[in-house]
């Protein structure tokens, strides 16, 4: 009889380790979650550390191209992805139909109007010349921007739905200016000759350009422009879709993005 209630204990506890064991791997899941390298890997080293003081589990897994994150997550190989902004991630469920979605912002590298002679788009004169971007993304960027400040006013859709604004679309043009259409990088040398520039961040940061010191127009840390992080629609509303979010808008993750990038990398949330 003793024997026999030994053996029974021995296997009630081996069941409850075994159990036990069980729950903690399920409570342990990772999280894996695909971004580019360089800056965007960088900010994710900050979010590990957030997430996992939250009990969040989080491996970052690196891309060195645009494509294979949205393809990965969208295969179930990702659990989420961070690496673009919604033009891009509607432009992809449009082409390859991906049953994906943004689930919160994370940061945008702005494009701003930069200007030697003006400080502030108010001051524009009659007949100024503003140089923008002459490829469809970052023209239609610059364009909204001007809009967006009162300089001029697009026809009814333009910019907007993936269809690029271009000059043929300025509807509006109370001052006159002249868009002067340059390629992107040949932007900050113009400044001594036009009133003012639309400069995407990296080309300002080389030329000496502190975005949100100098800039006298930025878009806005909410624009279609900001980055995402994307899950599958089915997992929306799983709890650690939550608690990733919050581990990448927490204020360890802001006060990164200000010191570590001095206003190349501005916070969305």
């Known amino acids: ?44 080293q900050v979010v590990q550390k957030v997430a996992k003081r939250e009990g969040l589990n ?60 003006l400080k502030s788009l108010k001051d524009v004169p009659q ?44 509807a509006e043009n109370p001052k006159k200016i002249k868009l002067i259409e340059l390629d992107a990088a040949q932007l900050p040398r113009t400044l001594a000759d036009v009133d003012a520039a639309a400069i995407n961040t990296n080309f300002a940061l080389a030329a000496g350009l502190q975005p949100t010191k100098d800039a006298i127009a930025l878009e806005d840390v909410r624009s279609p422009y900001a980055n995402l992080i994307a899950v599958r629609i089915k997992d929306k509303d799983q709890p650690w879709v939550k608690k990733l979010v919050a581990a990448y808008q927490s204020e360890d993750v802001r006060q990164f993005l200000k010191s570590e990038f001095k206003g190349s990398v501005v916070p969305s949330f």
Do not use: C
């Open 58 to 117: 989080v491996k970052v897994i690196e891309f060195n191209d645009y494509v294979q994150p949205n393809a990965a997550l969208d295969a179930g190989d990702l659990d989420a992805n961070s690496f673009q902004h919604q033009p891009y991630l509607d432009s992809q469920i449009k082409q390859r139909g991906y049953k994906i979605v943004n689930a919160g912002l994370t940061y945008i590298s702005p494009l701003g109007v930069y200007s030697k002679k």
């Open 127 to 170: 007949g100024a010349k503003i140089a923008v971007p002459n490829d469809p993304s970052n023209e239609n960027r610059a364009l909204l921007l001007l809009q967006a400040q009162g300089v001029i006013k697009l026809k009814a859709g333009a910019g907007v739905n993936g269809n690029n604004a271009t000059p043929l679309d300025v």
């Open 1 to 44: 009889m003793q024997r026999r209630n030994w053996l029974k204990a021995v296997i009630a506890v081996a069941a409850s380790a075994a159990f036990g064991v069980g729950l903690a791997h399920a409570d342990d899941k990772v999280i894996k979650v695909g971004t580019i390298a360089g800056p965007d890997a960088q900010i994710w």
